[in-house]
């Protein structure tokens, strides 16, 4: 149950990361706007042209092409990738070892050389880059091919690390954001599959993937980079102490879970990071948070939690709060945040559930196991309800469906934790379904009054 | 951004050094290695295959079954000593911590990594074409089970997989 509603929150979390789309809605409905508005007298030619200019509206045409002339070259690349693979897994026997060798190189490097000279060509087309995206999954599909022709048994992670080296080299000269978080994805699989062997790898995951990816995110502005290393980075961060083989404790979970939260929130906080990088920042601050309260508001981890002798200093993962020593360094030199009253509230409603929440493992005696969990149902409420709120008077979509769907999986799983009968559970997920719909239609009435406003 | 041709020509050219990394020292065993036959032992009929490749499991594969060894610790590197017969078949000798110096003329030796119980020597996979699956699954199934691989080793224990022996035919891909 903790499984399927953590899978939900994180594809969710994620599907809907960036997903405030209102501007460019606002910007695709204009046009038709300004035509009533220009009949209905409201605007005059010269204001109409002016809107014009000043919301690009000339390019939108071009924009949308590019998006579709994008998409069909994306999933042509795909598809053409997908064959170079299945050619080399057919095996084909017809053709010598150094036959398919060449044809697959020769395949890599004509797609490189075709997608230079297309970028170099024809900058404003997508297709010069896609090529040379293509053209690095095949240098993957030739490292297969090799592993193939030579019989090599070793570990796929390897074949995995290489493939990465090659991509991230080429991301970066070719400035390429795509192939850098295809780059993130392949670190993370093969540090993943290398920890099965040497439970180390996931430390030097935690340095190397910031040292060797961040620089990127920072001189390109590549905010897709940005997140998607500090989001592999965090599922790494839980892979690796969540206790799947004993290892590890659920209460160490909760000092982890809290240098996690800490760290991306101050970390996003420090004055030299862009904004929007702070934003994604305090947003996997907040996931982190509502996975973590999501979890403890189980009273089986509670209870085990709380079993445990009241926390001893003295363990290798001391570690956890140097990094939270580092978080509070990295608060002292926050930004000052302007006057907005939601950021504020948010913020101090995630400082309290924080604080509050690190206290659980040092409640002891009979009592400590209910009032634990009552006290992480509370922090769930509350921070679904805050959450709900904030994306409701910001109107960032991201926050508004976080806050819904913490709030329905907390009545969800305290209706399956509870042996309730079939009917309780039924009303549970009809009252849970009707909530979410009201939701939506609720957030999208609001949001498309706003934006008649604004317009 | 539009890439700089020097700069792109330097990316291209590490992916080409990458692979060139893979293929280049193997390329040398397969010329300049010595020739040793590795016996397999029986399979497990439901699982020979996995995926697109056989598994091999040599009779050196198990650790306990190899003569006069060290204390062998987890992850240990260990050169197994193997000596051939007039078949050409490899047996088992002796197993190092080091590289031996000096090997007699009839000697090889074979470098394995100690896991579990299991010495993995980076050959324990053959590659098959789509076409040959079923026929060869069929061979190894029928009969003793058995199979012999055709292998090149090095000076420094490195081994490449050049064909295996299945019934009295040899296959190589």
Redesign the interface.
């Known amino acids: 149950m903790i499984g399927a509603g953590l899978v939900i929150l994180c594809i969710l979390g994620y599907v809907l990361y960036g997903a405030n789309m209102a501007r460019k809605s606002f910007r695709r409905m204009l046009p038709g706007e300004l035509e009533h508005w220009l009949d209905d007298g409201i605007i005059d030619k010269t204001q109409a042209e002016q809107l014009r200019t000043r919301y690009r509206l000339d390019q939108l045409a071009q924009e949308s092409q590019n998006v579709l002339i994008k998409t069909i070259f994306g999933f042509g690349s795909v598809l053409i990738a997908l064959g170079v693979i299945a050619f080399v ?5 017809s053709i010598t ?1 150094m036959g398919r ?1 060449s044809l697959v ?1 020769g395949a ?2 004509i797609a ?1 050389g075709m997608g ?1 000279w297309f ?2 060509k024809r ?1 404003e087309s997508p297709l010069g880059h896609i090529l ?1 995206i293509l053209a ?1 999954l095949i ?1 993957g599909a ?2 297969a091919l ?3 022709i ?5 570990e796929f992670y390897n074949a995995v690390f ?1 493939w990465a ?2 991509a991230t ?2 991301g ?4 390429s954001s795509p192939l850098l978080i295809l780059a993130i994805l392949a670190t993370f699989v093969g540090y993943m599959g290398w920890a099965q062997d040497y439970i180390q790898a996931f430390p030097v995951h935690f340095l190397a993937a910031p040292l060797v990816f961040l620089p990127f995110a920072y001189l ?1 502005k590549a905010r897709g980079v940005h997140f998607a290393t500090w989001l592999f980075w965090g599922i790494g961060l839980i892979a690796y102490l969540v206790p799947w083989e004993g290892k590890g404790s659920p209460m160490w979970l909760v000092f982890i879970a809290e240098a996690m939260i800490l760290l991306f929130w101050s970390y996003g906080q420090l004055r030299f990071i862009p904004e929007e990088f702070s934003s994604d920042l305090r947003f996997l601050g907040i996931l982190s948070q509502i996975i973590f309260v999501y979890i403890l508001s189980f009273h089986d981890l509670v209870e085990e939690i709380v079993a445990q002798p009241v926390p001893v200093l003295n363990d290798w993962r001391l570690f956890i709060f140097v990094v939270l020593g580092i978080a509070i360094l990295f608060a002292r030199f926050a930004k000052a945040r302007q006057g907005v009253t939601e950021e504020r509230i948010s913020e101090g409603v995630f400082w309290a559930i924080s604080l509050i929440m690190a206290a659980i493992p040092w409640l002891q005696g009979s009592w400590a196991m209910p009032v634990g969990t009552l006290i992480a149902n509370l922090a769930t409420v509350i921070l679904g309800v805050m959450l709900f709120w904030k994306g409701l008077t910001i109107l960032d979509r991201r926050y508004f469906w976080m806050g819904l769907i913490l709030l329905v999986l907390e009545v969800v799983g305290r209706f399956f934790e509870y042996e309730a009968g079939l009917l309780w559970k039924s009303a549970a997920f009809i009252f849970a379904g009707l909530v979410l719909m009201a939701g939506g239609v609720l957030f999208e009435k609001r949001r498309g009054r706003e934006m008649r406003h604004e317009a | ?5 020097p ?2 020509l ?3 050219g ?3 050094l ?2 060139g990394f ?2 280049v020292p ?1 390329m040398m065993i397969l010329t300049g290695g010595k020739t040793v036959l590795l016996e397999t032992e029986p399979y497990d009929p439901y699982n020979i295959f996995t995926g ?2 056989a598994n ?1 499991n040599y009779k050196i594969s198990q650790a306990e079954h190899l003569p006069v060894k060290p204390h062998l610790k987890p992850r240990g590197i260990y050169y197994v000593v193997v000596s051939i017969d007039k078949n050409g078949i490899g047996r088992p000798r002796r197993v190092m911590e080091a590289l031996p110096r000096v090997l007699k003329e009839d000697e090889a030796v074979i470098r394995g990594r100690h896991e579990y119980g299991w010495m ?1 020597y ?11 699956r079923h026929e060869i699954e069929a061979l190894l199934r029928d009969g003793k089970r058995r199979a012999l691989v055709e292998v090149k080793v090095n000076d420094a224990g490195k081994a ?2 050049v064909s295996l022996h299945v019934a009295g035919r040899r296959f190589s ?1």
Request: glycine residues 6%; charged residues 15%; positive net charge.
């Open positions: 897994a057919a095996h084909w026997e070892k060798l190189v890599m490097l490189y230079f970028w170099r900058p040379v690095t240098f030739n490292i090799v592993a193939q030579f019989h090599l048994s070793g290489l080296i090659g080299f080429m970066y000269i070719a400035g390109k | 951004m539009k890439p700089k041709m700069w792109f330097v990316a291209v590490l992916q080409l990458l692979l893979m293929i193997r697109y490749y091999l993995k980076g050959i324990e996979s053959y590659y098959l074409p789509e076409s040959r490449v997989i891909y």
